[in-house]
């Protein structure tokens, strides 16, 4: 088991109380992450991406006596670096170096973190990359990436959580340094801090951690509270216009299920039984792909999981006091991309109203039992999920799930079901070629019969029958189409 360490230590009487976890190990690694409880969801009004832009400031620019290059310089015989990641309510800086370079490697990183360069030409630099990552990285090279990004933005629209962490164009056009150094006094804050580390460190390291980010301001700005996103009284979809050769669809709604409250374990265990990703035991999958050879991707998922194109376990630190269920289905050609969603939503309503039998149960509890596990395999993986389980009040991830699932029946994960999942009220987002035809064709009741280039099994022809009759439920009104160059504007 792993033994976690919080400790609330004090640096003098003067300073507030530095939340840290610790991990100590015999390996040579030493791993850092350094955690603010701050980020998208604390941009300014009329300023969305600040909080991103303020974090590669500091992870990709100079210090006050280095320039970025001499940084890189100095840690590629180290061979290391220092990484980032903003989400809505955390911001991460992380690095791993070996015992014999920790000295020389937390000088770098101590310096990037409390005495940054704020020079201009970094701050021009790393503004045209978040632009460029949103013109074409995000809205030009990753169809499935962008539509689950407008769905969360869609759901949440007029909450701190309804806008893309990397920014709006027209927001980071704007921005100037000062407001990053704003941002960063307002927010690098002791009491907005997890200092986390792990490995082979020198138990005395502890103490230096705690001189250094003990210099932090003691303040804190107001974190913006958890907003309910607006109801979704009537399933609706958002189809984005692009130049595209396929179709993508992300599918969701709000759950009030995160780490901390009751439904979580059993929500793993139905999205180990639906979708889980890059796991071809889903049922979405084994429905879609392996029966029908409809595309190539079936997943769920009851937390964010960005960069799912390059993954296969989530990322740790992207804590949230709110998640969506989402489908995501990637990519389906155009002619059958309406049966495509029928048959989606055909088998969610399934789920929902037939829940998992004994067998299903079983074999998807014992997945997640194992599965748990993977995701702790190194000790900075380790670490982060520690801080996320401080975050949330938990006790270590790998035993408070597996406490869970030892207890957990099939009545728990159905009710379960019933209690947190729906197959009506969805909001759906696809991007598309010739959105206009496509919202046509969700609005028809028409059938959309699927055709095959190899005979397929009577029972599966026969359920398609049932499939391209299925009613989607959107109005024309519940439709409406985007042009891809007004995505994140």
């Known amino acids: ?31 850092f992450r350094i955690v603010f409880l701050t980020g998208a969801a604390s941009d300014p009004e009329g300023k969305a991406g600040l909080a991103d832009l303020t974090a590669s400031m500091l992870a990709q620019g100079g210090t006050k006596d280095l320039t970025y290059k001499q940084i890189v310089d100095a840690m590629y015989p180290m061979a290391t670096s220092v990484s980032y990641q903003v989400d809505k309510e955390m911001t991460t800086f992380s690095g ?79 921005m100037t340094i000062d407001d990053v150094k704003q941002f960063y006094l307002d927010h690098y804050t002791r009491r907005d801090l997890i200092v986390g580390i792990a490995g082979g460190y020198p138990h005395a390291f502890v103490a230096q951690l705690t001189k250094d980010f003990g210099k932090l301001p003691d303040t804190r700005v107001s974190r913006p509270r958890p907003s309910q996103p607006k109801p979704i009284p009537h399933s609706r979809a958002l189809l984005v216009d692009k130049n595209t050769r396929s179709v993508a669809y992300s ?23 639906f979708g889980q990703h890059r796991i071809s035991m889903g049922r979405l999958y084994q ?28 990322s740790p630190n992207l804590a949230r006091q709110q ?13 059958t991309a309406k049966f495509a969603l029928r048959l989606a939503l055909y088998e969610l309503d399934k789920l929902v109203k037939q829940g998992l039998s004994e067998e299903e149960f079983e074999r998807s509890r014992d997945f997640v039992s194992k599965y748990v596990t993977l995701l702790t395999k190194t000790k900075n993986a380790q670490l982060g999920y520690a801080i996320d389980s401080a975050y949330y ?5 790998v035993t408070y799930i597996r406490s869970a699932l030892a207890k957990m029946t099939r009545e728990d994960v159905n009710r379960a079901i019933r209690s947190h999942l729906r197959s009506d009220r969805l909001q759906i987002v696809a991007v598309t070629k010739n959105a206009e035809d496509l919202k046509n064709r969700l609005v028809s009741d028409a059938p959309s019969p699927m ?14 029958k049932i499939v391209e009759n299925w009613k989607l439920n959107l109005r024309p009104e519940d439709v409406r189409i985007i042009p891809v160059d007004q995505v994140f504007e």
């Open 1 to 31: 088991m792993i033994k976690v360490l919080a400790v609330l230590l004090l640096a003098s009487s003067a300073f507030a109380q530095i939340r840290m976890v610790t991990l100590p190990g015999k390996g040579p690694l030493v791993s």
């Open 96 to 174: 791993t170096t070996h015992v014999d370079n920790l000295d020389a490697f937390y000088k770098l990183f101590r310096s990037m973190l409390l005495e940054p360069g704020w020079r201009e030409d970094d701050f021009k630099r790393l503004k045209d990359d978040a632009i460029n990552y949103l013109r074409v990285g995000l809205r030009g090279n990753n169809d499935e990436e962008l539509g689950k990004e407008v769905l969360y933005n869609v759901i949440y629209e007029g909450t701190p959580f309804g806008h893309e962490s990397a920014g709006d164009l027209s927001a980071l056009e704007k």
């Open 251 to 273: 599918i969701g709604f709000p759950i009030t299920v995160t780490r901390k409250t009751p439904g979580y374990p059993e929500l793993l265990v139905v999205q180990a039984y």
């Open 287 to 314: 429905r879609m792909r392996e029966l029908r050879g409809l595309n190539y991707g079936d997943y769920a998922y009851i937390e964010y999981f960005p960069r799912g194109m390059y993954q296969l376990e989530p």
């Open 323 to 335: 998640q969506i269920f989402q489908i995501w289905i990637r990519p389906v050609e155009p002619p």
């Open 393 to 397: 009040g938990i006790p270590d991830y």
């Open 451 to 464: 055709t095959y280039n190899s005979a397929k099994p009577p029972e599966i022809l026969e359920e398609d």
